[in-house]
């Protein structure tokens, strides 16, 4: 599973099948697939780590982005965890 919110349209593969070659010509295989995008207004309210991460990066104020980092104070409870999401939230102050 990848979870990607980056500016740019995502370019790799999407399926399991685009990255393996059948061993027959008529073997056939089916991969589960889900593509989302998520709206910022369902994103809230933050829930999760990944949902405020990604919310985190939609942010157009700084007193949203400080909600957002509110909302994860409760739900961290890894030190390095911790970190990352400081280095994102410098980097979103950039």
């Known amino acids: 599973m990848v979870l990607y919110n980056g500016e740019e349209p995502w370019t790799a593969p999407l399926t399991l ?22 709206a910022v207004d369902r ?26 980092v509110e909302d994860l104070e409760g739900l961290v409870d890894d030190r390095e965890l911790e970190q990352d999401i400081a280095l994102l939230v410098s980097n979103v102050l950039g």
């Open 17 to 38: 099948a685009e990255l393996i070659e059948p061993v027959h010509e008529s073997a056939e295989f089916r991969v589960r697939r889900a593509r989302c995008h998520y």
């Open 43 to 68: 994103l809230r309210p933050v829930e999760g780590v990944v949902s405020g991460v990604f919310l985190m990066e939609q942010v157009e104020s700084l007193a949203e982005l400080e909600s957002v």
